[in-house]
């Protein structure tokens, strides 16, 4: 990827001071999380892993490009309370009075609203961005078609926030109002996008559910959904949690965003005496020895099983 012209995506600020290298590289190596790898967090981002290594050993010269910045905000750990206004005093950069607040910017980013403006096309990012922007866009149309299909009433809401904390929110990529979860007492469905993370989902999935321990969604009508493509990652979760339950009102979703379909939701029990609205079917418990093969110690386990019953049988 070539490297990102840095333009100034924060026009309400103005450079105060030099990049705390030090500071920011703290700040990286926290938004990265535990769960994953620099590689992991980079590709997340949507930039090289080289620029985030230079960022994270201190090896910049000067200011990184305010895309970075941006996208390290985005895609912090929800655990790691790294906001993009810590990044940004750390990147060297005040507020003027009157600036748009860099929430806002961010928020513009994630939307794909920036991606057409004439700065923003000259950044290799941007191609990045507006694929981000077009699955929103496939994730936001299968379940609002399905819904409305089903006789539901719904609309965008323009809040985005799917889970209130304590120093930042974390935000959907669309959130609808509409009366599908009216026997729970909700009126808004939030639905964050969740990458094929495969063995790593479930830290983050534990992260979103530290989150909702602090302050529940359903507090201000909120259900909480994880969505994705990759049914892999969707039935690992469904098996994980499948006896568990929280507080919040909080499922996974599975979808087929070329058919515009959804395929499978699994609902989390609620704890307490509220019913969980379960619309759509949560899929059969998954063989994974067929999706990972067995262990040595299972086929023989199984031919043992397998002997015993042809002796019985005899």
Known sequence: MARSKKINLFEGFIRVKEPDMKRLAELTMRAKGIGRSLNEFAS?????????????NQKNSGPSADMVIAQIALNADPSSRVTIEKLLDAHGLAPVEGAKSPREVLMEIAQGELTGTPEAKEVPDAKYLQEQAAESQRYR???????????????????????????????????????????????????????????????TVQRYFGMMFLYNPVNDGTRVTLITEDSITYFLLRDMFYSAEIPASFSIMLIDASERKILHEFVMRRSGPV?????????????????????????????????KEGSEAI
């Open 141 to 203: 149309e299968t379940v609002q078609n399905t819904l409305l299909d089903l006789g539901y009433r719904l609309s965008l809401d323009k809040d985005t926030t799917a889970i209130r904390g304590l120093e930042f929110d974390c935000h959907a990529i669309f959130v609808f109002d509409t009366d599908a979860l009216e026997p729970e007492k909700l009126n808004r469905w939030a639905f964050i996008r969740l990458p094929a993370l495969r063995q790593q989902a479930y830290p």
């Open 44 to 56: 997340a981002c949507g930039v090289n892993a080289s620029t985030l290594s230079r960022i994270v």
């Open 275 to 307: 019913e969980p609205v379960r619309l759509f079917d949560a899929g059969e418990r998954t063989d994974w020895s067929e999706v990972f093969g067995q262990t040595e110690n299972e086929k023989q386990h199984k031919e043992n099983a397998e002997s």
